[in-house]
C-alpha cells in the first residue's frame, strides 16, 4: 500500500517546490526589467514614472497568489507523506487565506507612504477579516476535527439534525452520505453541536 502511494506525495513535493521557485525568480526579474524600463522612459517623459507603482502592484499581486498557493501546496504534500487529505487540506487552506491577507497587507504598505500605509493597512485588514471570518472558522474547525478525530469516514453520525454516514472531511465541509442525498455541514457547526457517533 505504501510503496504506491508514497511516490505521488513525493513526486507533486518536488514539483511544487521547484514552481514556488520559478515564480519567485520570475517575480524578481520581472520586477527589475519593470525599474529598468521605466527608468529609460523616464528619460523621455517623466510623467510616465507615475505609472510605474501601478504596474508594481499587479505584477506583485499576480505573482504574489501564485506564490502563496504554490507555497500552501508545498505545505500540503509535506504533510501527505505523514497525514491524510482531509487534514493536510484544512492546513493548506490556513496557509492560503494567512498568505492572501498577508500579501495585500505588503503589497499596500510598500506602496503608499508610511503615514497613510498603516491606516490602509488596517482598513485592508478589516476588510479581508470580514471577507474571510467564516472560510478561516470552518477551516480551523475543520483541522480541530482533525486532529481530535470525534469521528472517521465510513462512521455513521448525526448531528445538527442530519444523519448519515461520514462521507469525507474537507477543509470546510465534512459530507454526510444519507439515504436520499449528500449532505455538507459546515466544519463549525459540527465543533458546537453535539455529535452523536452510532457503533458499528
Do not use: C
Not at 485588514?125 to 472560510?135: D, H, P, S
Amino acid at each position: 500500500m505504501s510503496s504506491t502511494t508514497q511516490p505521488e506525495p513525493k513526486r507533486m513535493f518536488r514539483n511544487s517546490l521547484i514552481a514556488l521557485v520559478v515564480y519567485i525568480v520570475i517575480l524578481v526579474i520581472a520586477l527589475a526589467l519593470i525599474k529598468f524600463v521605466f527608468s529609460l522612459i523616464s528619460t523621455i517623459s517623466l510623467s510616465a514614472l507615475s505609472y510605474e507603482v501601478y504596474v508594481n502592484i499587479l505584477v506583485t499581486l499576480f505573482f504574489g497568489v501564485l506564490i502563496v498557493f504554490k507555497f500552501a501546496d508545498v505545505v500540503y504534500w509535506n504533510l501527505r507523506f505523514k497525514l491524510p487529505h482531509p487534514e493536510a487540506a484544512s492546513v493548506r487552506s490556513v496557509f492560503r487565506i494567512i498568505g492572501l491577507v498577508a500579501l495585500l497587507v505588503a503589497v499596500v504598505g510598500s506602496n503608499v507612504s508610511p503615514t497613510a500605509a498603516a491606516p490602509l493597512g488596517g482598513f485592508a485588514g478589516l476588510v479581508v477579516g470580514f471577507a474571510t471570518q467564516q472560510v478561516l472558522a470552518q477551516a480551523i474547525a475543520g483541522v480541530f476535527i482533525s486532529i481530535a478525530r470525534p469521528f472517521r469516514a465510513t462512521d455513521k453520525i448525526a448531528v445538527a439534525g442530519q444523519e448519515g454516514v461520514v462521507e469525507d472531511i474537507t477543509s470546510l465541509y465534512t459530507i454526510l452520505e444519507t439515504e436520499k442525498s449528500h449532505v455538507l455541514i459546515p466544519n463549525s457547526m459540527l465543533i458546537s453541536n453535539v455529535i452523536t457517533r452510532y457503533k458499528s
